[in-house]
C-alpha cells in the first residue's frame, strides 16, 4: 500500500472534472472519480490516470439525489478499505454539475429545483457526509462560477446556487478548522466545454462576447482550471482558507 494522498473529484469524468483528475493524478495523488451515467468516458479517464502511475477508481453517484448518498459512500467506504487499507480520504472536490440558461421571467420550479438539487442542496449534504471519511488536514474545494460575481443574462437559477456556495464554503472552513480542514471556491470564468449543451464551446456570439470582456482576450479551456485544483490539494496551499479564487482570466474587472 501507497500513502498517496487520494481525491475524491465529482463529475470527472469529462469537461473540467476530467482535467482536475488528470492534474491531481500528475500531482502525485491517487484519484477517485464520480460519474453520473457514462462509464465509458469514466473508465478512460481511470485508464489516463494509471498511465501516469496513480491508481483511480470510478463510482457512480447522482449527486442530485440526496437519497443515494449514503449507498456511494458506503461504496466509497469499501473501496478506501478494501483496496487501498485506508478509512479516510484527503480532498473533496465537489464539481459535479449541469447548466441552465433559461430567462428569469421563463425559468420554472422544476429548473430551479434541479438547480438547488444539484449544485446547492446536494454540494451541502454530500459534503456532510463525506466528512467523516475526511482526513484531518483535508481539503474542501467546491467548483463555483464566475455568474456568482457578474450577471450574465439567461443565469439565474444558476448563478444564484453558485453563490450560495460561495458562502457555505465560508461557514465549511470556520466550522471544521478544529480539524485542520480548509475550504475554498474556485470559480471558473466561461470555459469551452459540453457543459449547459456546449455553448461557450458553439456559439460564437457569446464567445466574442467573452472574449471581449476578458482581459487576456478568449474563453477559458478545461486545462486552464485542473492545475489550479492540483495547487490547492498541494503543500504550497496550506494556508489559503475561506477564499473564493476566481479563475477567468479577469473577466468583468
Not at 199 to 220: I, W
Request: net charge negative; hydrophobic share 40%.
Amino acid at each position: 500500500m501507497t500513502n498517496n494522498k487520494i481525491a475524491l473529484v465529482t463529475g470527472g469524468s469529462r469537461g473540467l472534472g476530467r482535467d482536475m483528475a488528470i492534474n491531481l493524478a500528475k500531482n502525485g495523488n491517487d484519484v477517485v472519480i464520480t460519474y453520473h451515467t457514462n462509464k465509458s468516458a469514466a473508465d478512460e479517464v481511470v485508464a489516463e490516470i494509471e498511465k501516469f502511475g496513480q491508481t483511480a477508481k470510478a463510482l457512480q453517484l447522482d449527486s442530485s439525489d440526496v437519497k443515494t448518498f449514503a449507498g456511494f459512500f458506503s461504496d466509497l467506504k469499501d473501496y478506501l478499505e478494501n483496496e487501498k487499507g485506508r478509512e479516510s480520504f484527503d480532498f473533496l472536490i465537489n464539481n459535479a454539475g449541469t447548466g441552465l440558461y433559461v430567462p428569469f421571467l421563463e425559468t420554472t420550479e422544476e429548473q430551479f429545483d434541479e438547480m438547488a438539487n444539484i449544485h446547492l442542496k446536494g454540494v451541502y449534504f454530500l459534503t456532510q457526509k463525506a466528512v467523516p471519511l475526511l482526513a484531518d488536514g483535508g481539503r474542501i474545494i467546491n467548483i463555483s462560477s464566475g455568474l456568482s460575481r457578474f450577471s450574465f443574462p439567461n443565469s439565474s437559477a444558476y448563478g444564484a446556487m453558485k453563490g450560495g456556495v460561495d458562502v457555505l464554503t465560508r461557514y465549511l472552513a470556520k466550522e471544521l478548522a478544529s480539524r485542520k480542514i480548509t475550504a475554498n471556491v474556485v470559480a471558473p470564468g466561461a470555459i469551452a466545454t459540453e457543459f449547459g449543451g456546449g455553448e461557450n464551446k458553439t456559439n460564437e456570439q457569446k464567445r466574442a462576447a467573452v472574449a471581449g470582456a476578458t482581459a487576456l482576450g478568449r474563453v477559458g479551456e478545461p486545462e486552464d482550471i485542473g492545475g489550479v485544483i492540483a495547487f490547492l490539494c498541494s503543500e504550497d496551499s496550506r494556508w489559503i482558507n475561506g477564499q473564493r479564487l476566481e479563475v477567468s482570466g479577469g473577466i468583468f474587472l
